[in-house]
T-cell receptor
Framework: LAKTTQPISMDSYEGQEVNITCSHN???????ITWYQQFPSQGPRFIIQ???TKVTNEVASLFIPADRKSSTLSLPRVSLSDTAVYYC????????????FGSGTKLNVKP | GAVVSQHPSRVICKSGTSVKIECRSL??????MFWYRQFPKKSLMLMAT?????????EQGVEKDKFLINHASLTLSTLTVTSAHPEDSSFYIC??????????????FGDGTRLSIL
């Protein structure tokens, strides 16, 4: 299963768009990508999930290029409450027990 | 929808005590649940996969006799830390996936249990 690499931390300001990239160079054909948000002393919360191209929901967009070796979580107009750790997960869509959790990116949103 | 409830949220107990943590899927059924351990400022570390009606699958290096897992129903899995010691102090998190739906479902997480062994 593909391991992932994320930046350790990122800084942003309120109102900006933030893009967090996850590298997964060895992603397999059956693998999908999921992003989670985690606040201190809480469990991760699901943000978005995709397999290829672009996925958008009410809180974020997920961009996956054609080679699928990376994925980018895009958060529009962040606020202070978006300060959290963001994890990407690569998983096998035919074997639910096979997945890899990334090391996480700490996003610091400043006023 | 897709709510996972984890109890208790915090436990403080003496060394040698056994502690049980419950993980419930409130509005869906989960044949598989996962148990994680998280150290400060680190990512989630998968400990074991809990399978309804069968034995759990443990990750390498996780002691089966120390961390007992029971998944007796489609909505409940329990993790029991037996004879806990200070080195077992950590943040434990469970997750569940709605495996009855046709489309690929993400894991949904509980809010974790902070275990402190004195």
């Amino acid at each position: 299963l593909a391991k992932t690499t994320q930046p350790i931390s990122m800084d942003s300001y309120e109102g900006q768009e933030v893009n967090i990239t996850c590298s997964h160079n060895n992603i397999a054909t059956n693998d999908y990508i999921t992003w989670y948000q985690q606040f201190p002393s809480q469990g991760p919360r699901f943000i978005i999930q995709g397999y290829k191209t672009k996925v958008t929901n009410e809180v974020a967009s997920l961009f996956i290029p054609a080679d699928r070796k990376s994925s980018t979580l895009s958060l529009p107009r962040v606020s202070l409450s978006d300060t959290a750790v963001y994890y990407c997960l690569v998983g096998d869509r035919y074997n639910f027990n096979k997945f890899y959790f990334g090391s996480g990116t700490k996003l610091n949103v400043k006023p | 929808g897709a709510v996972v409830s984890q109890h208790p949220s915090r436990v403080i107990c003496k060394s040698g005590t056994s502690v049980k943590i419950e993980c419930r899927s409130l509005d869906f059924q989960a044949t598989t649940m996962f148990w994680y351990r998280q150290f400060p400022k680190k990512s989630l570390m998968l400990m074991a996969t809990s399978n309804e009606g069968s034995k759990a699958t443990y990750e390498q290096g996780v002691e089966k006799d120390k961390f007992l897992i029971n998944h007796a129903s489609l909505t409940l899995s329990t993790l029991t830390v037996t004879s806990a010691h200070p080195e077992d102090s950590s943040f434990y998190i469970c997750s569940a996936r709605d495996t009855r739906r046709a489309s690929l479902q993400p894991q949904h997480f509980g809010d974790g249990t902070r275990l402190s062994i004195l």
